[in-house]
């Protein structure tokens, strides 16, 4: 199967940009007649057939659609504060997609290392990975986001701090709720600050453990993510 993912899909006569014009007749050798598959990130897949295999601009032919393809049947909900280190978040980008995870905000704590990221090179790795796995969904990406700013707006309920102080002593699945969004929260190399924790509190957030080791930014984000798609099958009824 050849994905290409087009998320200005509109018409039943698409084009592809010069780079997917590119990879489909050069690199993969596809041409006239040949089948290939378009993702919109929303859940769209559409069957197409190349009409015209020109290396800078693909002309197909839309045959099919089908809509909320590959949709994640829970919605797990990642903020993460970026690792100094960027190719860690981009080795996390990568994984959670693969998994499945509907959303990821970037935090900005008071111990983060990394104040700023190119949202755009994250996209484009979440965009491979999508391709990949074949899903059908696009993660929300939500840049830099101030801690205290993103708590305020939080659902306590389904939201949940995970820390190294003592007092997490429950993990996400004593928490766990099927078919309700769940949001973790993961801090930085530093761990969130004794503020940051109170202010989640204050807010409603509860703490969570994610086991007795203690982990990279990078390894927690994608545990957690694992953990949600995991407590979902569980959970699922028969």
Known sequence: MH??????ITHEIYTLNEEE???CTRVLRLSHGDTVYLIDGVGGMYTAIIQEAHQKR???????????????PYTAHIAVAPTKNLDRMEWFMEKAVEIGVSEITFLLCEHSERRNLRLDRLEKIAVSAMKQSKKGYLPLLNDMTPFHRFIQKAIPE???????EDDATKSIKDYYRHGEPH???IGPEGDFSTGEIAAAYQAGVRPVTL???RLRTETAALVACHTLNVLHDIFAPL
């Open 158 to 164: 389904n939201t949940f701090i995970a820390h190294l």
């Open 183 to 185: 949001c973790i929260l």
């Open 21 to 23: 014009s590119k990879h």
């Open 3 to 8: 994905l290409f993912y087009t998320p200005d």
């Open 211 to 213: 086991g007795r080791s």
């Open 58 to 72: 693909c002309q197909l032919q839309i045959i099919n659609k089908q809509l909320e393809y590959g949709k994640l």
